[in-house]
């Protein structure tokens, strides 16, 4: 199968699928750059994440008075 036919095929194949991204690209992390701050962000998101995972774990730890979780 030559290039074109292969590329033509592909074409083919996301039209009549419905496709509009390639799943390799949701599923593989992305190599362009982040900014400092971005990373800053994500960071306090996931730590507020964490934060608020852990109140509620403690939360029903107390209704069910089950041991306290051991630190990650």
């Given at each position: ?47 507020a ?8 774990l ?15």
């Open positions: 199968m030559s290039s074109t036919d292969y590329e033509a095929a592909v074409a083919a194949f996301l039209r009549k699928k419905g496709i509009t991204r390639c799943p390799t690209v949701c599923a593989v992390p992305t190599q362009a750059s982040v900014d400092e701050a971005d990373r800053a962000a994500y960071r306090d998101y996931v730590a994440q964490e934060a608020a995972r852990v109140e509620k403690k939360s029903f730890q107390q209704i069910v008075h089950l041991p306290a979780p051991e630190p990650m």
